[in-house]
Structure formats: structure tokens, C-alpha cells
């Protein structure tokens, strides 16, 4: 098996929701706030970082991405299942759904910048 390259901080799983079909190879609509400008993608050529979430640890440099992956596809049956069965989630979709929503808070690139910054000197602590 091959490492993943393209490390998504938003899941395909979920982005694959916005295309007609549902299907990863299917178009969906996106917005560059940079560019200011709409364009045309399928769910696994947005959202990701080359080896973002590579660590520098002999023989488990990707362990962070497939460990995040393993729980995505658990997270990902219940979401089918909720939007199949047109119905509120139960008890363990719900903590699907919220561990779904920590996992894409924490590993968006804009919150690791928060986390990876150089301390500042304060006088407020000591």
C-alpha cells in the first residue's frame, strides 16, 4: 500500500455530499476567497495539503492521516445512514456527528497555525 499524499482538512467523505451523484469523482461548485472566484472540482482535488499531516517519526510518518481515515469511514456510514433515512440521528450518530466536528476544527490548516505559533512573552502569567 501506498502513503496518501493529498491530506484533505476537509474530508472527502463529506465534500463528496455536494456533488449530485455523491460520488468522489462527480463536479461540485467551490469559492476561492482568495481569487474571489468560483470554480469547477471533484472532492479529492480540494480541501488538502501535500503531506500535511506527516510527522517525522521512522516507519509511522502517515500514521496521523490513516489513523484519521479509519475514523472517517466509521463517521462516514453514519452520516449515510442519517441522510438515507431522513430522520434525526440517534445516540451514536450523534457522537459521530460531534467527533466529525472536532476531527475537521482541529486539523483545519488556519487552527494547527494557532497551535504550531512561537509563544510571546507575557507578564500576565507566570
Given at each position: ?8 482538512y ?17 463536479t461540485l ?14 472532492p ?12 517525522s ?9 490513516t ?15 442519517i441522510?438515507k433515512s431522513?430522520?434525526y440521528?440517534d ?14 476544527s482541529?486539523?483545519?490548516p ?8 512561537t ?8
Amino acid at each position: 500500500m501506498s502513503n496518501p499524499i493529498k491530506h484533505h482538512y476537509i474530508s472527502k467523505f463529506y465534500l463528496k455530499n455536494f456533488t449530485k451523484s455523491g460520488a468522489s469523482k462527480q463536479t461540485l461548485f467551490a469559492y476561492d476567497k482568495v481569487k474571489k472566484k468560483y470554480f469547477k472540482s471533484n472532492p479529492k482535488d480540494i480541501c488538502h495539503i501535500r503531506n500535511f499531516n506527516k510527522i517525522s517519526f521512522l516507519g509511522k510518518e502517515y500514521i496521523v492521516e490513516t489513523e484519521q481515515a479509519k475514523m472517517e469511514s466509521i463517521i462516514a456510514i453514519s452520516f449515510k445512514k442519517i441522510i438515507k433515512s431522513n430522520t434525526y440521528p440517534d445516540e451514536e450518530q450523534l457522537t459521530h456527528i460531534l467527533s466529525f466536528i472536532s476531527l475537521i476544527s482541529l486539523r483545519h490548516p488556519r487552527m494547527r497555525g494557532i497551535f504550531y505559533t512561537t509563544p510571546r512573552k507575557s507578564n500576565n502569567f507566570l
